[in-house]
């Protein structure tokens, strides 16, 4: 292990201007969360906006050790929309660990983006639920919602191509102008944080529906219809159009957003266990079950 102290390195924020600072956050990322926890495809489709900034620690050779990414994200909780920042990406090269080093980053983050925010919220992994807790987060309590409800596979309706301009352009222009999927605790206009799941993760669950200009993330797996996502500005009957989706018969449906709006006989089937949520606020959490969009995570 190496023996520095935490004075001996370098703050920076790196934001979607500062080009030259780029390829060190690319080549952190990968030390930390794997050899898959690729970001050049979501920066080459541009991905990385002004919305985006990492909060660093670097040596004076200019390694990145140690990170907080950060978005701003358009919140809405019970209705009323709010201004937040989620954390994401949080974490530090194996090396340089147990100095104390994410202490002082998110102490240094808070105060910066605390004054500017409603609200901050992460998504956590199981190894680290009492870390965020002494920075004044809270862990939330998520449900998955369900209904059984029976699909035949009607005519097919192909999934976008992701990797053509169109398709990012539609997405991009849906992404701008959709309604909140939930009104509980969800964001709109997150385009950056989607396209990242998107190209990441579902490649091939991203169906686009003319008659409505609207989009559908969904996948099936064996007899379950699992819906992350809706884009469109207005509301429709969703039902008819699952059918176009599946290539198999389904018998129930899981939503993973608080489906209120969209499909009101849901109800909490599971706790959400994949990724805790930590929020730090002085706002109440909704009362009844929610669900924060799974594809507005970072």
Request: glycine share 6%; hydrophobic share 45%.
């Amino acid at each position: 292990m190496k023996t520095v102290s935490a004075a001996s390195l370098g703050s920076i924020c790196v934001d979607f201007e500062d080009s030259n600072r780029h390829a060190a956050f690319f080549d952190f990322v990968p030390k930390v969360f794997g050899q898959n926890a690729d970001f050049l495809r979501w920066y080459q489709a541009g991905g990385w906006d002004s919305r985006y900034r990492s909060f660093a620690l670097l040596t004076e050779a200019g390694e990145i050790v140690a990170n907080v990414s950060v978005t701003q994200m358009n919140l809405v909780l019970e209705g009323e929309p709010l201004r937040g920042f989620q954390f994401g990406a949080v974490g530090t090269v194996p090396a340089w660990r147990d100095q104390g080093l994410q202490r002082r980053l998110l102490d240094e983050v808070i105060e910066v983006l605390e004054p500017q925010a409603d609200l901050l919220l992460l998504f956590a992994n199981d190894r680290v639920v009492d870390f965020y807790p002494r920075f004044g987060f809270q862990r939330q309590s998520e449900q998955v919602f369900g209904d059984d409800h029976a699909i035949v596979p009607g005519p097919k309706v192909a999934p976008l191509e992701l990797g053509s301009p169109e398709s990012q352009a539609l997405l991009r222009r849906l992404c701008r102008s959709a309604r909140p999927v939930t009104g509980r605790f969800g964001a709109y206009d997150y385009g950056s944080v989607l396209f990242w799941h998107v190209l990441s993760y579902f490649a091939r669950d991203v169906f686009y529906f003319p008659e409505h200009d609207a989009v559908i993330v969904a996948r099936r797996r064996e007899r379950t219809l699992t819906l992350f996502d809706i884009l469109s500005t207005e509301a429709f009957d969703l039902a008819p159009l699952l059918a176009g989706i599946v290539d198999e018969p389904i018998e129930r449906l899981e939503f993973e957003f608080a489906p209120e709006r969209w499909w009101p006989s849901a109800v909490p089937v599971r706790p959400y266990t994949d990724s805790p949520l930590f929020v730090r606020s002085s706002r109440s959490m909704p009362i009844e079950p929610f669900k924060f969009p799974t594809l507005a995570h970072t």
